[in-house]
């Protein structure tokens, strides 16, 4: 077994070594170093155990526990280690007893293993210093447009085809509206930020001209924007997509699909309602009791997104370049020339 610090980590992560977090489920599921597996040492309800036994007897008994779950797992460990492919590292939370542990243990059985030295504290230490400090490369372009114009689905299919696409609301696990958790995984600042960065780090060594993002608030779900790609879209060039409502309304049911999450799509309106006129309010109320999920999205859009999304627009400091399309493929086909002349060839034809 082998210490090394963070650089070397990542270094190797690039390399092709396999990143091993040896922490709790549940601690992995909060946030890990992108790229990594999950092969815990204790189950959430065994580190809880012994974290009591720490608290309420003593450090040598909490040792003594941990010891005992530990040996009774080490040969189905020591299997699921054997698989890997290259090189391991292991890490747990500040490179402490579980990782030492795991790692002397891999070493002893003849696999290359290292151990990240400060654990992921020293990783999520770097990640909030190198975005606090960290300046966009390239200008950016700011797709934009009213609720349900599929900036998402557009932005997916540049990315598909090699476009730059920082995909904001993939990396925060929300779609950056009221309903925007349904059917989703939000992520949590930590994580956010973790996937933020290992993402910006890939674009940037891609020496792309321009960089594309969604135009987003400040906050998507339970996460925060860093300040520079809040300055970025305030002073980017602004892609506007207008699309006729009826389109808007289908997109929205492709993409939230309101039957299948009936009820939190009646507590996300709760929120929404004391918000609204009051007759409004009612009528989507109404709609909703009678699922008709078509027109609450219509009576939404018209009674709080569109008005919401006309003051939101005026935080752009330059005027945005209209598209009009009817569907999301057309946005694609009129946007794509827009972007071919800004130097950036796509990767297949289109």
């Known amino acids: 077994m082998q210490d090394i610090s963070l650089e070397q980590c990542l270094a190797k992560r690039a390399a092709g070594a396999s990143l091993v977090d040896v922490r709790s489920p549940g601690e992995y599921a909060e946030f890990t170093i992108p790229g990594s597996m999950n092969i815990p040492l204790f189950a959430d309800e065994e580190r809880a155990e012994i ?3 720490y608290k309420q007897v003593s450090v040598e008994a909490a040792k003594e526990r941990g010891l005992a779950i530990a040996s009774a797992k080490l040969p189905a460990l020591y299997a699921q280690f054997r698989d890997l492919k290259g090189p391991v ?9 579980r990782s030492r542990t795991m790692a002397t243990v891999m070493s002893l059985m003849g696999l290359k293993t290292f151990r990240l030295h400060g654990g992921i504290r020293s990783y999520r230490r770097w990640v909030q210093s190198t975005l606090s400090a960290y300046r966009l490369q390239a200008p950016c372009i700011v797709l934009a447009g009213h609720t349900g114009t599929g900036k998402t689905q557009l932005l997916q299919r540049l990315r ?3 476009y730059p696409v920082l995909d904001l609301e993939g990396l925060a696990g929300h779609r950056g509206s009221i309903f925007g958790h349904i059917g989703l995984e939000p992520s949590n600042q930590k994580k956010f930020e973790a996937l933020l960065l290992d993402e910006l780090l890939k674009l940037e060594a891609e020496k792309k001209p321009y960089l594309l993002i969604e135009g987003e608030s400040r906050r998507i779900g339970k996460v925060v924007l860093p300040e520079f790609l ?3 879209k305030r002073t980017g060039t602004v892609f506007t997509v207008r699309m006729p409502v009826q389109e808007r309304v289908r997109n929205l049911m492709a993409d939230y699909q309101p039957e299948q999450h009936a009820e939190k799509v009646k507590e ?5 309602r004391r918000r609204m006129h009051t007759p409004a309010a009612r009528e989507v109320e109404s709609a ?3 699922g008709r999920y078509d027109d609450v999205a219509a009576l939404l859009l018209e009674y709080y997104y569109d008005p ?3 003051h939101a627009a005026l935080q752009y400091d330059r ?3 209209v598209i009009d399309a009817a569907d999301v493929n057309d946005a694609y086909t009129k946007v794509v020339p827009l972007l071919r002349g800004r130097n950036v060839p796509p990767a297949r034809s289109v």
């Open 268 to 272: 996300s309106f709760e929120w929404i």
């Open 308 to 310: 919401r999304y006309e």
């Open 51 to 53: 974290g009591t036994i």
């Open 160 to 162: 598909e085809d090699e």
């Open 89 to 97: 590292v292991i890490y747990c939370w500040r490179g402490g007893m």
């Open 319 to 321: 005027e945005p370049i």
């Open 288 to 290: 909703l009791e009678d």
């Open 230 to 232: 809040v300055e970025a």
